[in-house]
């Protein structure tokens, strides 16, 4: 994980000459260095002296908090629902509703991440549900609103509107000069350019893979790459940017649905990317939390591994998969050393009432029995609680990664 402060010098000149993905400066979301760039291309820019702006800070130190959401899957009742929701400020769509109780901590963030699990292909596909999702791209637009800074688009579901739908997806995001989208790529050039993000002068490659497309095969008329996991293949890109970027970050969707354990196929990646110097894995795809844990690689690199972060938004037939959460960390670097620090797992519930509608997100330590005890009433049966809930959190989460509220309970 030891970066050196001479390699980095060495690496701006390289870094500029690149084009990487889409990433453009923040004019709305609040920043820890008033006048540092959000995501940029490739600019190690605005290395303000720290210390004259962050009186928090230790001399020669820059940091960058960091959060991560898992799968935001939109079912036809999340749009109807959108659409019943509809006011002046969204007239067609409005999602705002379902996301306000988090938004504020989304926003706070120095890098937002969300794993969008549905495509955004647009209107002339028909927007539709599982098993092939297409979702309005208003969602897009408010999810950029809320805060969020970089959308991973790497996900089984990413051929559903098939390579065309796929490269309408990856126009829309590409249009927007407020995000950062990964796990796309209009040709192999595009695959081939290293993404990388920078804030508060700490630079972050991204990388990005998904285990499949549901059976679905790429056009041979399309340029578009999709990133599937391969170990060779993941070993290469790594290499390709570890030496551009302080620190090296991939997204993984991967694992067996419903399962709260990971199994061996990913433990066997997690090890490689970690030998390979992979300083953060945010996994997606269970639609159940998994584990975070720390892996090791001989020669010293020390990587967070977040398996699975469950479903952030999802209409689905158990309480096990309303409970998702927010991995928050900080990226720390120190003459020229970088380290992850300050790792908490935040959970939250997205819950819906009878009927399918009304959904909304509510962090757990809001959430009450009163509220458990509708969730999901009248739709699947689902029948849980706030201790459950908390319980469930504890039994897969390790306590070090685990909020104050939880350890409290865990006590009592």
């Known amino acids: 994980m030891k970066r050196s402060l001479a390699l980095l010098l060495a690496v701006i000149l390289i870094l500029v000459s690149f084009n990487g993905c889409n990433k453009k400066k923040d004019s709305s979301k609040p920043s820890s260095l008033e006048n540092a760039s959000k995501v940029t291309d490739f600019i190690i820019g605005d290395i303000t002296d720290p210390d004259t702006v962050r009186p928090d800070l230790q001399k020669g130190e820059s940091r960058v908090s960091f959060l991560a959401v898992g799968d935001n899957i939109m079912y036809h009742c999340a749009f109807t629902d959108a659409q019943k929701r509809a006011n002046q400020d969204y007239p067609e769509y409005n999602f705002m509703p379902i996301y306000e109780e988090v938004s504020d901590e989304i926003a706070k963030a120095d890098i937002s991440y969300i794993n969008q699990e549905t495509v955004m292909a647009g209107k002339e596909y028909g927007y539709s549900d599982y098993p092939c999702f297409n979702t309005p791209q208003h969602l897009g637009d408010q999810l950029i609103e809320i805060g969020f800074d970089v959308v991973n688009v790497a996900t089984n579901h990413m051929l559903d509107m098939g390579s065309s739908g796929l490269e309408d997806t ?192 509510y962090f757990l330590r809001d959430y009450t029995d009163d509220l458990a005890s509708v969730l999901g009433r009248d739709c699947y049966g689902i029948n849980t609680s706030y201790e459950g809930l908390c319980d469930l959190t504890r039994d897969i989460i390790d306590e070090e990664f685990l909020p104050e509220f939880l350890l409290k309970t865990s006590e009592e």
């Not at 679905?216 to 570890?242: G, L, Q």
Request: net charge negative; charged share 20%.
């Open 170 to 361: 990856i126009d829309y995001w590409n249009s927007k000069e407020e995000i950062t989208m990964i796990g796309g790529y209009e040709n192999e050039e595009a695959y081939l350019e290293p993404c990388i993000i920078e804030k508060n002068g700490i630079s972050i490659a991204l990388l990005s893979y998904t285990y499949s497309t549901n059976g679905i095969s790429p056009s041979s008329a399309s340029e578009a790459v999709v990133p599937y996991i391969d170990m060779e293949t993941m070993r290469k890109d790594i290499r390709r940017v570890h030496s551009l970027a302080d620190v090296t970050m991939v997204s993984v969707h991967w694992g067996v649905e419903n399962s709260f354990t990971p199994n061996e196929e990913q433990k066997q990646l997690a090890q490689m990317m970690c030998d390979e110097g992979v300083d953060v894995i945010i996994g997606t795809h269970p639609h159940v939390l998994q584990p975070i844990e720390w892996f090791e690689s001989d020669d010293g690199n020390r990587t967070l591994c977040i398996y699975s972060l469950g479903d952030f938004v999802a209409v689905m037939t158990k309480a096990a998969n309303m409970l998702g959460g927010m991995a928050k960390f900080d990226i720390v670097k120190k003459n020229g050393d970088i380290t992850i620090e300050n790792v908490i797992f935040e959970p939250t519930i997205h819950h819906f009432g009878p009927s399918y509608y009304n959904s909304k997100l």
